[in-house]
């Protein structure tokens, strides 16, 4: 497993707030004209209320895959994670990957006097050596 393979769940979590953001965006648009979005074309009338509609339908259907995803993807990492023997490793790998902490909350986490380079490094030496 590489650290690459390991991060995805923090970064499809970034992508379904990112989504999240812009239903938010789209959903205040078709219920207040004021409202500027990014990323929508720019057009007038009831076929706006109506496109508007259609991209808040299309919007919801694709966070619902991507946490469909993110699921599986938990899912996938708990598993690897709990087919560690070193149960350090499990916690900085728990701390770092499933609840997406910086390195420096991890080694608080974990506790013991670790820095934030001490984990990170103990991570890389972990993986590099499977």
Same mark, same amino acid.
Do not use: C
């Given at each position: 497993?590489?650290?690459?393979?390991?991060?995805?769940?923090?970064?499809?979590?970034?992508?379904?707030?990112?989504?999240?953001?812009?239903?938010?965006?789209?959903?205040?648009?078709?219920?207040?004209?004021?409202?500027?979005?990014?990323?929508?074309?720019?057009?007038?009338?009831?076929?706006?209320?109506?496109?508007?509609? !259609?991209?808040?339908?299309? *919007? #919801?259907? %694709?966070?619902?895959?991507?946490?469909?995803? /993110? &699921?599986?993807?938990?899912?996938?990492?708990?598993?690897?994670?709990?087919?560690?023997?070193?149960?350090?490793?499990?916690?900085?790998?728990?701390?770092?990957?499933?609840?997406?902490? !910086?390195?420096?909350?991890? *080694? #608080?986490? %974990?506790?013991?006097?670790?820095?934030?380079? /001490? &984990?990170?490094?103990?991570?890389?030496?972990?993986?590099?050596?499977?």
């Amino acid at each position: 497993m590489t650290v690459k393979e390991l991060s995805q769940l923090y970064y499809l979590n970034r992508e379904i707030e990112k989504e999240k953001n812009h239903l938010r965006e789209l959903e205040a648009a078709a219920t207040d004209g004021t409202t500027k979005i990014t990323g929508m074309p720019h057009a007038a009338g009831l076929a706006d209320k109506a496109a508007l509609w !259609s991209a808040i339908a299309d *919007a #919801r259907a %694709v966070i619902e895959a991507k946490i469909s995803l /993110s &699921v599986v993807e938990y899912n996938r990492l708990t598993r690897y994670i709990a087919s560690v023997e070193d149960s350090f490793m499990r916690q900085v790998l728990t701390l770092r990957f499933v609840d997406g902490l !910086s390195w420096r909350q991890v *080694a #608080r986490g %974990v506790g013991g006097g670790n820095t934030d380079d /001490s &984990v990170r490094k103990a991570v890389n030496r972990f993986l590099t050596d499977l």
